[in-house]
Structure formats: C-alpha cells, structure tokens
C-alpha cells in the first residue's frame, strides 16, 4: 500500500495538486457486500463539504470493489463539481464513457476477489482433508 500512496502523491506534484488527506481502507471484508469502509465514508464526507475538492487513487479498484460505493462517489462528484484522477490513468467518471468502465472494473475487481476467495477456501479445506 505504501508504493501506492507514494506513487498517488508523485502524481499529485506532477499535476500541482495540493494533498490535504489520505485514506485507506482496511483490505479485510473487500468485496464483501455488508463490509463498509469507514475511510471511504470520510472521502465522500468530505468531498460533499468541500473540504477538498478531489480524489486521486492508484487504481479504479484500489479506491472501491463495491458497486454502492461507486455510485455514491459518482453522485457526489456530479453534485459537487469534484474530480477523481486515477495514477494508471483509467478512471473517468465525468464522462458516460468512463463511468461505464468504471463500473465493468469494479465488477471485474469482485470476480477476481471471489475467485482467489474460492481458490484460498478450497486450498484449506483440500488441506484439512489431508490431515484426516
């Protein structure tokens, strides 16, 4: 996570933007559907006060897996005029375009966590079996 929010803020100085406030989230729960990041809720707080007026995140899916989230943050973006910019450039939800992507990305951001759930889940209960 450290390279990640290094690389953010390498990105903010190239660009000229001030970083007032850094969030993370606690990856235990991602892509679980009742698992809320307190973190993110404090972004969108903020974003709605206009305590600062934009996000930066490494990756789409570094910043949600959570297809409320998504939305949540598209709405205030649109309502409050605030921008998101991604370091590897893929995030664009001032656009139909982009807030498309977005949401294919999260989607396939779930999958990949489900997966390696499933996987992780079947490689213990294969190891259980074997000490039987």
Known sequence: MTQQVEACREFAQAKGFAITAVFTDNPTGRGKQKVRNPEFQQLLAGLKAKTFDGVITYDVDRLSRDF???????????????????????????????????RVMIAIARKASADHGRRTSRGIMLAREARA
Request: glycine share 12%.
């Open 68 to 102: 409320r989230d998504l939305e949540d943050l598209i709405d205030v973006l649109h309502e409050t005029g605030a921008i998101a910019e991604t370091v590897t450039g893929n995030l664009g939800l001032d656009t139909p375009t982009g807030i498309t992507m977005a």
